[in-house]
Antibody
Framework: EVQLVQSGAEVKKPGESLKISCKGS????????IAWVRQMPGKGLEWMGI????????RYSPSFQGQVTFSADKSISTAYLQWSSLKASDTALYYC?????????????????WGQGTMVIVSS | DIVMTQSPLSLPVTPGEPASISCRSS???????????LSWYLQRPGQSPQLLIY???TRASGVPDRFSGSGSGTDFTLKISRVEAEDVGIYYC?????????FGPGTKVDIK
């Protein structure tokens, strides 16, 4: 069974860039889409989008399109979430999770497995 | 976008007693394949969310059978037959019918 291990907490200044990771273990990682979910301090869950590490196809939530970039390296079963210029409002806990996406109809399966989360703090 | 609402937002519970959470969607979550793409998650304090229920009523692997899901159309319910102390946390419903995927605001369950 696949497991997701995320990179450690980050403290950055506004305007800095950042790339966090989500590494999958297990043979079936290549079969999954990876979803990214934001949780701002004391708030609920927000879907940011998905990436298919096998071919790096992506789909972004309109709320996050242009604000972040998803990428992946299938050779090491890792998905990435990156920012080119962080803002204080990017301070949040970021989760990755496994899912399946059906492009023909646009629906997603549930998020079966979650990473432990990466805390990102952006402060001057 | 499909808007998800939940009620109540706060639910004090007594161990051993039942509990119920309602989730409503702004659109019918029925896919043309006959399935409703509605799932439930529990986020225990300080932990990642975990999948409890998918496709309205199918329990995820390892989820105790005191958890059950039901509903159709735009109205869905998560029930806990007998609450245990480990059930405290925030419960979220999520629709997967169409992107952007949306979550309910969460229902905080704690012990009275």
């Amino acid at each position: 069974e696949v497991q997701l291990v995320q990179s450690g907490a980050e403290v950055k200044k506004p305007g800095e860039s950042l790339k966090i990771s989500c590494k999958g273990s297990g043979n079936s990682f290549s079969n999954y889409w990876i979803a990214w979910v934001r949780q701002m301090p004391g708030k609920g869950l927000e879907w940011m989008g998905i990436i298919y590490p096998s071919d790096s196809r992506t789909r972004y939530s309109p709320s996050f399109q242009g604000q972040v970039t998803f990428s992946a390296d299938k050779s090491i079963s890792t998905a990435y979430l990156q920012w080119s210029s962080l803002k204080a409002s990017d301070t949040a806990l970021y989760y990755c999770a496994t899912t399946h996406y059906y492009a023909s109809s646009g629906h997603l399966d549930s998020f079966a497995l979650w990473g432990q989360g990466t805390m990102v703090i952006v402060s001057s | 976008d499909i808007v998800m609402t939940q009620s109540p937002l706060s639910l004090p519970v007594t161990p051993g007693e039942p509990a119920s959470i309602s989730c409503r969607s702004s659109q019918n979550l029925l896919h043309s394949n006959g399935y409703y793409y509605l799932s439930w998650y529990l986020q225990r304090p300080g932990q990642s969310p975990q999948l409890l229920i998918y496709l309205v009523s199918t329990r995820a692997s390892g989820v105790p059978d005191r958890f059950s899901g039901s509903g159709s159309g735009t109205d869905f319910t998560l029930k806990i037959s007998r609450v245990e102390a480990e059930d405290v946390g925030i419960y979220y419903c999520m629709q997967g019918l169409q992107t952007p995927i949306t979550f309910g605001p969460g229902t905080k369950v704690d012990i009275k």
